[in-house]
């Protein structure tokens, strides 16, 4: 069974541009989340969606993070514009009930 | 607004001995998850206990739950070069449906 997949791994800006990051869940998991994790800390999550629904969105910064999963399987978090404070790594999850998430690999932002 | 706190903060012991981390939370919850984190990777899931739980076990990895206490402990017995990683309580409380909080970690290092 695939992973969770995401990409970029890696992504290197300058502030104020856009950026975008793109997750495709692991089969069958209607259950998405978006997390950010800062250096030595946990993951915070921003956002959750069911299937095509955001159902949690409450901690997304809404003046400059956008989120979408039209089709109700893959996703995309964008950032526009981007802050030096948005650098950190975006971790997206998914999962098929309320229980165990599975975890992609993360995209490592730098904001210059 | 990270739910747990996770004791201690770092801990380095030898290869075969055995390694306790500790994670304290602060509201009720429907479980408990434990999930490790290599450098630069995705979170892995490790055991999930329920709050009617508590004791469980997986391999060599034991986790306690004290909902009276809020408190949980993870044990790995007989550590190897392997286990070094970031460890990460998460809990899912009762309000929360199926957001899950974590800690902040704690950071194990074997040495051979």
């Known amino acids: 069974e695939a992973g969770v997949v995401q990409s970029p791994r890696y992504k290197i800006i300058e502030k104020k541009q856009p950026v975008a990051f793109w997750c495709n869940p692991i089969?069958?998991?209607?259950?998405l989340y978006w997390y950010l994790q800062n250096l030595g800390q946990g993951p915070e999550l921003l956002i959750r969606?069911?299937?095509?629904?955001?159902?949690?969105d409450s901690q997304l910064p809404k003046d400059r993070f956008s989120a979408e999963r039209l089709k109700g399987v893959d996703s995309t978090l964008k950032i526009q514009p981007a802050e030096l404070g948005d650098s950190a790594v975006y971790l997206c999850?998914?999962?098929?009930?309320?229980?165990?998430?599975?975890f992609g690999p993360g995209t490592r932002l730098t904001v210059l | 607004s990270q739910q747990g706190e996770e004791d201690p903060q770092a801990l380095s012991i030898q290869e075969g001995e055995n390694a306790t981390m500790n994670c304290s939370y602060k509201?009720?919850?429907?479980?408990l998850q434990w999930y490790r984190q290599n450098s630069g990777r995705g979170l892995v899931h490790l055991i999930l206990i329920r709050s009617n739980e508590r004791e469980k076990h997986s391999g060599r990895l034991r986790v306690t739950l004290d909902t009276s206490k809020k408190s949980s402990s993870l044990l790995i017995t007989a550590s190897r070069a392997a286990d070094t990683a970031s460890y990460f309580c998460?809990?899912?409380?009762?309000?929360?449906?199926?957001?899950?909080?974590f800690g902040q970690g704690t950071r194990l290092t074997i040495n051979p």
């Open positions: 509201t009720s919850i429907n479980n």
């Open positions: 969606y069911e299937n095509e629904e955001a159902v949690d």
């Open positions: 999850a998914s999962s098929r009930g309320p229980h165990e998430q599975f």
């Open positions: 998460a809990t899912v409380p009762i309000q929360g449906a199926q957001k899950l909080v």
């Open positions: 089969s069958g998991h209607n259950t």
